[in-house]
C-alpha cells in the first residue's frame, strides 16, 4: 500500500487520462481573463509590439550570428551608455520548442536596458527543422558566443519561458569543458517551465517533436539531476523557479520538484508562484518596470537597485 502511494506520488502524470493529460499540458486552456484561443493571438501581438518598440528606440544589432547554422541568430540590445562591462541577460523563448520566434520576443528590453543591461533574444531552430538534441546545443553555444564576444561582462544572466525555461536549465547543467571557455553565469531565473519531458510524449505536442522515451529522458533537466552522483560543474550562482497561479497543476507540480532536486544536489535555488498572473502575462508584463517578475530580475541584478 505504502509503495503504491509512493509511485503515485513520483509519477502523478501516469495516473491522468489521456485527456486529461493534454490539458494540463495545455497552458491556454488554464487563462482565465480571455478565451484560450485568443490568449496565444495577444501573447504574440503584444511581443511583436514590444520588439518593434525595441528596434525602433534602442541601439542593437540584429540577427548577429552565433553559430554557423541558419536559424544561429541573435538580436542583442544596448544601453544608452557605451561600456564594455555590462550585465548580459540573454532570453530563451517558449512556444513548445515548435513556435516562437525572437522577432516577437523582446518583452524586457526596454526596462532592462533602461538601467544599463545588455539584452539578447536568441533564435534557435525549432520543430519540425530542429530536433530537442539541436535546440539545447544551440542555446548552450549562444551563451558561449556571448561571453567570447564580451568577455568583460558582469555577468550572464539567463532567462527562459515554458520551453525556453526547459532550455536554459539544460544550459544551466551543462559540461563547460568541451566548449573551452567558462561563462560568466551569475543568475538563472526559469519561467513556467517543463523540466521532465516523459509526460509531452503522450499529448498532442509530440507530434513535430517526435521524441523517443530516450530522447526525453536524454533532454529533462530533472532526470539528469536524479541520475547525477554528483552536481554538475558550474559557477555557483542563485537560481530561480518561477511559476503562475494560474499555470496548470502539472506545470507546478514540475517547477516545484525540479527547484527541490536542484536544492538536494547544492544549487541555490528557490521557488516562486506569482499570484494573479497565467502562463502568458507572466511573461507579456515584462514590458512594465513595475511588473512584480520585472523588479525580482532587477533586484537580482542590482542588488542596491
Not at 480571455?34 to 504574440?44: G, P
Not at 516577437?104 to 536596458?113: R, Y
Not at 567558462?182 to 517526435?210: C, K, R, W
Request: proline letters at 6%; hydrophobic letters at 40%; a negative charge.
Amino acid at each position: 500500500m505504502a509503495a503504491s502511494a509512493l509511485s503515485v506520488r513520483e509519477t502523478p502524470w501516469k495516473i491522468l487520462s489521456a485527456e486529461e493529460l493534454e490539458k494540463q499540458y495545455s497552458p491556454s486552456r488554464w487563462v482565465i481573463r480571455m478565451k484560450a484561443e485568443e490568449v496565444v493571438s495577444t501573447f504574440v501581438q503584444t511581443g511583436n509590439e514590444a520588439t518593434r518598440k525595441a528596434r525602433a528606440t534602442r541601439r542593437n544589432q540584429l540577427n548577429v550570428p552565433y553559430g554557423d547554422g541558419e536559424g544561429e541568430k541573435m538580436d542583442i540590445y544596448f544601453p544608452d551608455e557605451d561600456s564594455k562591462a555590462f550585465p548580459l541577460f540573454l532570453f530563451i523563448h517558449g512556444g513548445y520548442w515548435q513556435n516562437g520566434s525572437k522577432d516577437d520576443s523582446a518583452f524586457m528590453v526596454k526596462p532592462l536596458t533602461a538601467q544599463g543591461m545588455v539584452v539578447a533574444i536568441v533564435a534557435y531552430d525549432i520543430a519540425p527543422k530542429g530536433t530537442l538534441d539541436q535546440m539545447v546545443a544551440q542555446v548552450t553555444r549562444s551563451v558561449v558566443f556571448l561571453q567570447r564576444r564580451y568577455p568583460s561582462n558582469k555577468g550572464i544572466y539567463l532567462c527562459g519561458h515554458s520551453a525556453g525555461a526547459h532550455l536554459a536549465a539544460m544550459v544551466l547543467l551543462a559540461s563547460w569543458t568541451k566548449h573551452g571557455v567558462m561563462p560568466n553565469l551569475q543568475g538563472f531565473f526559469l519561467v513556467s517551465g517543463i523540466y521532465d519531458l516523459e509526460p509531452i510524449i503522450s499529448t498532442s505536442q509530440n507530434a513535430p517533436l517526435h521524441l523517443t522515451l530516450e530522447d526525453a529522458q536524454r533532454n529533462s533537466p530533472q532526470r539528469r539531476l536524479e541520475m547525477a552522483p554528483m552536481r554538475p560543474v558550474a559557477p555557483a550562482c542563485p537560481v530561480l523557479v518561477v511559476v503562475a497561479q494560474h499555470d496548470s497543476p502539472e506545470f507546478q507540480r514540475q517547477s516545484r520538484e525540479f527547484c527541490e532536486a536542484l536544492c538536494r544536489v547544492g544549487w541555490e535555488a528557490s521557488f516562486q508562484q506569482l499570484r494573479g498572473l497565467d502562463h502568458f502575462d507572466i511573461i507579456e508584463n515584462l514590458t512594465q518596470e513595475d511588473d512584480v517578475l520585472t523588479q525580482i530580475i532587477l533586484k537580482t541584478i542590482f542588488p542596491t537597485l
